[in-house]
């Protein structure tokens, strides 16, 4: 009886432990607050794939930058010390200037262009990122960018020498080019940086400065220029991903699927949606005249031309793609 017991106690420790092995727990590093529809789309994303995986796959989502801020998830992600992680792409110039693609001013200005660089620039970028262990899952596009300030923006000149909070190093050269002074700050210290005067101007979606609600740190303006539509990746750490089964990879990477579709979706919505809730909250909106207009594509003209120096044959593929 004794020896019953023995091989029973055994066996069950025996599947517990096969069971631990394969149930697998990822961190989901968000750099965007809770409310923000990426963050949204990534927790229904986890979720899913969470109740379908059969206990075999938990993701936990962590928005509003509470395990990493955004300027740290791809190292984090790259480095394992969270399994999954959303990251701005265009952030990421240096270490892959095809990732800062669809952030070049005017080469995709509407959501079905946007569609056709993703597409046209997706395979290489999967390949880009593989080589330095990651897998890529999905890419959502922010609705289109425009122009914030505090004061009344009419000419190139009025925009001379403000302070001007950038995202990347596109937006970095549009402030250069334009003479205004760049400071780089995450959209998590928006609210921050206008509210102490570090900075007056910004370019960015409607949804992030109704996110910040930013007409409460004294910015009236916001003038639709709808020239990019950067996206945010959702990427896995490699050695996590090889401790998935072939079903659970699959089931992730369909979901994946599933979030892209939704997430594109929702940013439409916001691109109509969010600029109404600024004019809502007392914003005047509205587009740049036609001299500014002109003034930011000589500027997208100069940075095409340096963006494909640096991206060279890879980025001239990628183009040619496109077009
Ligand atoms: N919001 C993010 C990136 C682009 C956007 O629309 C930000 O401002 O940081």
């Not at 910015?219 to 996590?240: E, G, L, R």
């Not at 892209?260 to 439409?268: A, F, P, T, V, Y």
């Not at 002109?294 to 040619?320: C, I, N, P, Y």
Request: a positive charge; aromatic letters at 10%; zero cysteines.
């Amino acid at each position: 009886m004794k020896l019953v017991k023995y091989i029973f106690a055994i066996l069950v420790s025996l599947i517990l432990s096969i069971n631990f092995a394969i149930a697998e727990k990822w961190d989901m590093a968000l750099a965007y607050g809770a409310g923000n529809f990426h963050s949204a789309n990534a927790t229904e994303f986890a979720k899913n794939v969470t109740e379908k995986s059969g206990g075999k796959l938990t993701i936990v989502t962590h928005p509003g930058g509470s395990l990493f801020k955004g300027g740290e998830i791809f190292r984090a992600v790259r480095t394992g010390q969270a399994q999954i992680g959303e990251r701005f792409m265009s952030a990421l110039g240096k270490e892959d200037p095809l990732l800062e693609i669809d952030s070049q001013p005017f080469l995709a200005t509407s959501y079905s262009d946007a569609m056709k660089l993703y597409k046209a620039s997706k395979a290489e970028l999967v390949k880009s990122l593989d080589s330095k262990g990651l897998i890529f899952l999905y890419a959502v596009p922010w609705p289109a960018q425009g122009l914030y300030s505090k004061k009344e923006i009419n000419s190139v000149n009025d925009l001379k020498g403000l302070k001007f909070r950038a995202y990347n190093s596109a937006t970095i050269r549009i402030a250069e080019l334009t003479g205004m002074s760049p400071t780089k700050i995450e959209a998590a210290e928006i609210s921050q940086a206008f509210s102490t005067g570090a900075v007056e101007s910004m370019i960015t979606s409607p949804t992030t400065g109704k996110n910040s609600k930013i007409w409460e740190n004294g910015v009236k303006y916001f003038y639709d220029i709808a020239a990019w539509f950067p996206k945010n990746m959702v990427i896995v750490n490699k050695d996590s991903w090889n401790k998935l089964d072939k079903a659970t990879q699959d089931l992730v990477m369909q979901q994946a699927a599933l979030a892209e579709r939704k997430g594109w979706q929702l940013s439409k919505q916001g691109n109509v949606g969010d600029k109404k809730a600024l004019a809502e909250a007392g914003m005047i909106v509205g587009k740049v005249n036609s001299s500014l207009q002109a003034h930011f594509v000589k500027v997208g003209e100069t940075m095409a031309k340096e963006w494909s120096q640096k991206a060279g044959s890879r980025g001239a593929a990628v183009l040619s793609a496109y077009k």
